[in-house]
């Protein structure tokens, strides 16, 4: 007989294997989130724990995944309550331990209880969901392959295109930090706003506090043009791979020194000189960074109302505002 029990914290162990690690997922939910409740389900069997899923509660916009601003209106207005497993920032889903259609029966349940629409965010592989449940295409992540010889690797025309759009960011400095530089603090988040306000597809505004707190587990590249500070990247390296997840900048300044490019390219120099093996840099610019040659990860979302007469609805409403590449 399965029970679930629903958790603020983690169990000690979990989340070691997931992507972006437990100090990421810690950091995130003390940082005070607005519209987010996040917590975990305990899944056990004859009281041993089988399964841990990370799991929110939030009032979703439909016109979250909409990229094109002319239509963004036209859904603006339609939200509602949504319980999902999963994380709001973290590029794939995850679930530890046992993932059998009896285990997410027992999730689905729980889920029902918080919200009328149950959800599983970013999960790339296809879950043992019942029939009730569809599926959109939700962000592919994009995963860059680091080889020591990545540079060589590239043809001789990209390779070109590099070395005329570092020029432009030449007479930039950067530094490394492996905790956060609190006296930037104010800086940083400003320039994150910055890149957030112009975002096309904006899920969640995370809070000052959740820098503060990443500096336990994240590195920070600072940017500068003289002695101003003009951009930042926050990336979080575990395993085999940088997770590139936050970036901000004076968007003016930026612009003119192709700062964006710039922080893609010294991501790739950390790798190649500590050793990682893949750059994931999320769920944004596809074009640029196909051309630099990340592969796309798909995504998706499953879905289901409890209300069985709605569900055509929403399913039509998901399909309308789903990605598409």
């Known amino acids: 007989m399965l029970t679930v029990e629903y958790l603020t914290d983690p169990p000690d162990g979990f989340l070691d294997r997931a992507g972006e690690g437990r100090g990421f997922y810690a950091a995130y939910s003390a940082a005070g989130m607005e519209n987010f409740t996040l917590g975990y389900f305990a899944v056990s069997r004859d009281g041993k724990i089988v399964t841990v899923a990370p799991c929110f509660l939030t009032l979703y916009s439909a016109d979250t995944l909409v990229e094109n601003r002319r239509l963004k209106p036209l859904f603006a207005w339609i939200g509602f309550h949504v319980a999902c497993i999963g994380h709001p920032s973290a590029d794939l889903g995850y679930i530890e331990g046992e993932v059998s259609s009896e285990v997410l029966a027992a999730l689905n349940a729980e889920l029902f209880k918080r919200a009328p629409v149950a959800a599983y965010v970013n999960f790339s592989e296809a879950l043992p969901l019942p029939p009730t449940f569809s599926r959109v295409a939700s962000l592919p992540v994009a995963v860059l392959e680091v080889r020591p010889d990545y540079y060589a690797s590239l043809g001789r025309r990209t390779r070109r295109n590099l070395r005329l759009k570092l020029r432009d960011s030449a007479a930039l400095r950067h530094e490394e930090y492996s905790g956060f530089p609190q006296q930037y603090a104010d800086t940083i988040y400003a320039h994150y706003l910055n890149i957030y ?26 940017y500068r043009d003289g002695d101003d500070l003009i951009g ?59 051309r630099l040659g990340s592969r796309l990860v798909p995504n998706w979302i499953s879905f289901s109302a409890r209300n069985r007469l709605l569900h055509p609805l929403l399913a039509l409403l998901m399909w309308l505002t789903a990605y598409r590449e």
């Open 197 to 222: 306000g112009k975002a096309d597809m904006q899920f969640e505004r995370v809070t000052p506090r959740f820098f503060e707190n990443m500096g336990k587990v994240g590195k920070y590249i600072l």
């Open 232 to 290: 930042f990247t926050l990336l979080v390296c575990r395993g085999d791979t940088v997770y590139a997840k936050y970036m901000g900048m004076d968007l003016a300044r930026g612009r003119r020194h192709g700062l964006y490019f710039r922080m893609f390219i010294d991501a790739i120099d950390i790798c190649i000189r500590d050793g990682y093996r893949k750059l994931q840099t999320g769920q944004s610019s596809y074009q640029f960074k196909r």
